[in-house]
């Protein structure tokens, strides 16, 4: 139940149709976890956890560098060579002390990620490698779990949500053999919010009861050319041979 707090904390939410009150209670009664902590992961969980997304599980396991500050706006200098995890944990629980926020600084490997993601009702992948993503998304086919995927590369960014519980494609459906990883690029800060927003948003939208006009980026990928002041969506179909996720 929500309580007079909660209708007057959330009220701009709950005022939406697509939301109200169960949609709000859905929200609290949801987990996500966050794997990654960078420019997308930051500001994708601190939407979740101010929005009022019961539990979240922040998952990394870098320390703050100086390069990081431009674009991962949940840390400052005083923060440097600290635990991603801790003081991200720390910023999102002075924003929404309601939401139980674990912070679990490990590598999510292809050994443990079914354990670890198993307990969350949604993933968000934001961290910059691709062997990452299809570990994400090898578990998340294995436990029905639907992921949110937010990449920026220089300029460019992209959003996609894979579930084929839901009747969408999973992401070797779109990339059946891992690209090769490509070496630290430029990239700009606001991209990174802009595609943590995203994400944050695709993952609100998954959560809420079904209603007509919410339609999550389900067999479609969002691409920001923010360079270009351009941004478009590409369908994604599923692939009736995926050796993932075919038949499901
Ligand atoms: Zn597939």
Same mark, same amino acid.
């Given at each position: 139940?929500?309580?007079?707090?909660?209708?007057?904390r *959330? $009220?701009?939410?709950?005022?939406?149709?697509?939301?109200?009150?169960?949609?709000?209670?859905? =929200?609290? @009664?949801? +987990? &996500?976890?966050?794997?990654?902590?960078?420019?997308?992961?930051?500001?994708?969980?601190?939407?979740?956890?101010?929005?009022?997304?019961?539990?979240?599980?922040?998952?990394?396991?870098?320390?703050?560098?100086?390069?990081?500050?431009?674009?991962?706006i949940?840390?400052?200098?005083?923060?440097?060579g600290?635990?991603?995890?801790?003081?991200?944990?720390?910023?999102?629980?002075?924003?929404?002390?309601?939401?139980?926020?674990?912070?679990?600084?490990?590598?999510?490997?292809?050994?443990?990620?079914?354990?670890?993601?198993?307990?969350?009702?949604?993933?968000?992948?934001?961290?910059d490698? *691709? $062997?990452?993503?299809y570990?994400?998304?090898?578990?998340?086919?294995?436990?029905?779990?639907? =992921?949110i @995927?937010g +990449? &920026?590369?220089?300029?460019?960014?992209?959003?996609?949500?894979?579930?084929?519980?839901?009747?969408?494609?999973?992401?070797?459906?779109?990339?059946?053999?891992?690209?090769?990883?490509?070496?630290?690029?430029?990239?700009?800060?606001?991209?990174?919010?802009?595609?943590?927003?995203?994400?944050?948003?695709?993952?609100?939208?998954?959560?809420?009861?079904?209603?007509?006009?919410?339609?999550?980026?389900?067999?479609?990928?969002?691409?920001?050319?923010?360079?270009?002041?351009?941004?478009?969506?590409?369908?994604?179909?599923?692939?009736?041979?995926?050796?993932?996720?075919?038949?499901?």
């Amino acid at each position: 139940m929500l309580s007079a707090l909660d209708h007057e904390r *959330y $009220a701009r939410q709950i005022m939406l149709p697509e939301v109200g009150q169960a949609g709000q209670q859905a =929200w609290r @009664d949801a +987990s &996500v976890a966050v794997v990654g902590l960078g420019g997308v992961g930051g500001p994708c969980a601190l939407y979740l956890a101010a929005a009022g997304v019961g539990r979240l599980a922040l998952i990394d396991h870098d320390r703050v560098a100086p390069a990081d500050l431009p674009r991962q706006i949940l840390f400052g200098p005083a923060d440097l060579g600290l635990l991603k995890t801790e003081r991200a944990a720390t910023r999102l629980t002075q924003a929404n002390p309601e939401v139980e926020v674990r912070g679990l600084s490990i590598a999510l490997t292809a050994d443990n990620a079914e354990l670890v993601l198993a307990e969350y009702d949604a993933v968000v992948a934001a961290g910059d490698s *691709y $062997a990452l993503r299809y570990v994400v998304n090898d578990a998340c086919v294995r436990l029905g779990r639907p =992921w949110i @995927d937010g +990449s &920026v590369y220089q300029g460019e960014g992209q959003v996609a949500v894979y579930a084929p519980a839901l009747g969408g494609p999973c992401y070797r459906c779109r990339f059946p053999a891992p690209p090769a990883e490509v070496a630290t690029q430029g990239v700009l800060g606001p991209l990174a919010g802009q595609v943590g927003c995203c994400c944050a948003a695709e993952t609100l939208k998954l959560l809420l009861p079904q209603h007509p006009r919410v339609a999550p980026l389900l067999g479609r990928v969002m691409l920001f050319d923010t360079m270009a002041g351009d941004a478009f969506a590409l369908n994604v179909p599923k692939d009736p041979w995926c050796p993932c996720c075919a038949g499901l």
